[in-house]
């Protein structure tokens, strides 16, 4: 198995060691490399879904209304973590600003595992496996992209889906009856001959037909143009697409700066993370 498939043994076997939650739609697992003190990922069941892309997959209000009681189990989890470590005081109020203020959720721009996964991590950031500057700047700059900004695209959404439908409903009360409304016609997608005919294959044999007499009669010369174009959007298409992707790539290249105070250390790794280090246990000491 590759091992950008190695998701899906969990997805198949709920009962795995890494396993902390599943429910009908979804698996959470512990992150076998984890980035920070507490860190898991949220694996979608369905696989109608598990291979969208996540900015794609993610959406669609529907999936989000099925993962979304696995990501709170796993931010009260991280909560519950650090109460058994003594970091946080073991009350209503401060587990739920901890879930609010120091908990991730996301996912990755160019994910690196096949599987749609959703991380929910700790934003402390310095364990072991942190290694380097692009495992930091994956999550900490715009190739991390907050599960948040996914909520306000689909209410933006439904929004103007909503102003839609009452603008439709509002033109169709006042317009008049529909059936006095003459046809449209509609244009044939199918290459028309100098002499006015379509000619194109159905079922595999050979059809001709006669188009309506008003039809203007069209040459090929002037079919060339159209395949030019096409290609040149093709190819504008992709060019675009490449350089989107380069500017997300770009993202983990980015000068190394702490996601708390901001302060900035260039491409000294390894000084980033004594410094992470160091906020973290400045900010959370063992409580009596």
Not at 4 to 14: A, E, G, H, K, V
Not at 84 to 101: E, G, H, Q
Not at 225 to 231: L, S
Request: charged residues 25%; contains cysteine.
């Amino acid at each position: 198995m590759s091992f950008r498939n190695n998701l899906q043994q969990y997805i198949d076997n709920p009962g795995h060691e890494l396993v902390v939650y599943s429910d009908e739609h979804t698996v959470v697992i512990e992150d076998k490399y984890p980035k920070s003190v507490c860190h898991y990922l949220v694996l979608p069941k369905d696989d109608a879904v598990t291979y969208i892309h996540p900015c794609i997959a993610l959406k669609d209000k529907f999936l989000r209304e099925k993962i979304t009681p696995a990501i709170e189990f796993a931010k009260k989890l991280a909560a519950e973590e650090f109460v058994k470590r003594n970091l946080i005081p073991d009350t209503p109020n401060l587990r739920a600003s901890f879930c609010n203020t120091y908990v991730k959720v996301g996912v990755h721009s160019v994910p690196s595992m096949a599987n749609l996964h959703i991380h929910v991590l700790t934003r402390d950031m310095h364990l072991p496996c942190m290694k380097n500057r692009k495992h930091y700047n994956s999550f900490n700059t715009d190739f991390f992209v907050e599960l948040s900004k996914f909520d306000e695209e689909i209410e933006t959404s439904s929004d103007e889906s909503s102003d839609s439908s009452s603008s439709i409903s509002s033109e169709t009360a006042n317009s008049p009856d529909i059936k006095s409304s003459p046809p449209r016609k509609i244009q044939s997608q199918l290459p028309i001959s100098a002499d006015g005919r379509i000619s194109g294959s159905i079922d595999g044999n050979s059809r001709i037909i006669r188009v309506h007499s008003d039809a203007a009669p069209r040459t090929p010369a002037k079919l060339k143009p159209n395949v030019v174009t096409m290609r040149t959007v093709s190819h504008h298409s992709k060019t675009t697409k490449n350089t989107a992707v380069q500017q997300i790539s770009d993202q983990l290249k980015k000068p190394l700066q702490c996601w708390h105070c901001t302060k900035t250390f260039g491409g000294r790794f390894v000084q980033l993370k004594e410094h992470l280090r160091g906020e973290f246990h400045g900010r959370f000491h063992a409580v009596d």
